[in-house]
């Protein structure tokens, strides 16, 4: 190979050791359907190999926000791909969607394979826990568009689902909503969160102010829920009448768009107790309570809406599928 193009600052050789790195990754992924081979010019995916011949496939693209700036800034990259696969995937799930496969996209100045194999590790995990197979992606090393470490990433997750089971289905006046916990900020809020940060001279490696046995960085890097195995079986229950992801726009935007119209929701505001780094979050940045929901989770990564006479037997999957799910609210006429 000529150097002409590794002058020019890329590094094909590097890229493609990463591609063979990454290979037993994407393998650990497969499912019926696919073989999370990586090489060729596209992924392929059988729907009916899937069992999901004539379903509606339901398409999600996200990243992960400025949350990728504290992964950077900290040294900590095996987590972040985690984020990734679950902004897609819990997407697609509030449509009904079983996801079935996946595709990143990771772009750097200079590749570092050590850094790209960390972060599609961890996008690797989050298929793992989604069920979907990565089948492919793009690695892109751009020299002269990003600073020196920095990268960026993009997902994109398809899901299938059968016509009868789309959602969100008709919300009634009564109908629960049940809040299922997140496990801190997710991936949202991320530049308030930095804001907060600097302006109070905090350090992301050291300990937090609300808990001194782990540090900012991890307690704010803490990956997000990905809610598929523990909602998905849910959804087929004509009692459920639909699941908002709570991403950015927060509580007050999110649980609204799984509402029908003629209704809106009403929070239990004794049911909403704001965990430890959210409440640390609302003192450091002197933040009133629509800020507050209007920007984070709040401690709620996904509300499910349910018929009133379903709402035990709901909660009660919910937490043998290892979730902490409890009721936040109703429905009531617009």
Not at 51 to 74: M, Q, S, W
Not at 195 to 224: C, M, Q, Y
Not at 287 to 307: E, K, S
Request: one cysteine or more.
């Amino acid at each position: 190979m000529t150097d002409a193009y590794l002058k020019s600052g890329v590094d094909i050789e590097k890229g493609a050791r990463l591609v063979d790195r990454v290979k037993p990754l994407a393998k650990s992924t497969a499912r019926a359907g696919a073989d999370a081979a990586l090489g060729g010019f596209g992924g392929m995916f059988d729907l009916r190999a899937a069992g999901r011949e004539g379903a509606v496939l339901v398409a999600g693209a996200d990243g992960v926000g400025t949350k990728l700036r504290i992964a950077i800034d900290t040294g900590r990259h095996n987590t972040i791909g985690i984020d990734l696969v679950a902004m897609c995937a819990n997407d697609v799930l509030a449509q009904g969607a079983e996801p079935l496969f996946f595709l990143d996209y990771f772009a750097t100045g200079a590749l570092d394979d050590d850094i790209g194999a960390d972060v599609i590790s961890g996008i690797a995990d989050g298929c793992r826990q989604a069920g979907c197979a990565l089948i492919g992606g793009e690695t892109a090393e751009m020299p002269g568009m990003y600073a020196a470490g920095d990268y960026d990433l993009a997902g994109f997750c398809v899901g299938a689902v059968d016509r009868d089971q789309i959602l969100p289905r008709t919300t009634a006046v009564g109908d629960i909503l049940i809040g299922i916990a997140s496990s801190g900020p997710h991936s949202n809020g991320y530049s308030l969160i930095r804001k907060i940060v600097a302006d109070n001279g905090h350090d992301w490696n050291a300990a937090a102010p609300f808990d001194p046995d782990r540090s900012l960085g991890d307690i704010l890097l803490e990956p997000t829920r990905i809610y598929v195995k523990s909602v998905l079986p849910l959804l087929t229950n004509k009692d459920v009448a639909g699941f908002a992801h709570i991403t950015g726009g927060g509580l007050t935007e999110n649980i609204p768009r799984a509402i029908s119209a003629g209704c809106k929701m009403r929070l239990d505001e004794s049911a909403l107790s704001l965990p430890l780094v959210f409440d640390w979050l609302q003192s450091e940045g002197a933040l009133n309570q629509a800020d507050m929901r209007l920007t984070f989770n709040c401690g709620i990564g996904g509300v499910l809406i349910v018929r009133p006479q379903a709402t035990d037997a709901i909660i009660t999957a919910l937490t043998d599928a290892g979730e902490t799910a409890w009721p936040i609210g109703d429905i009531v006429a617009a």
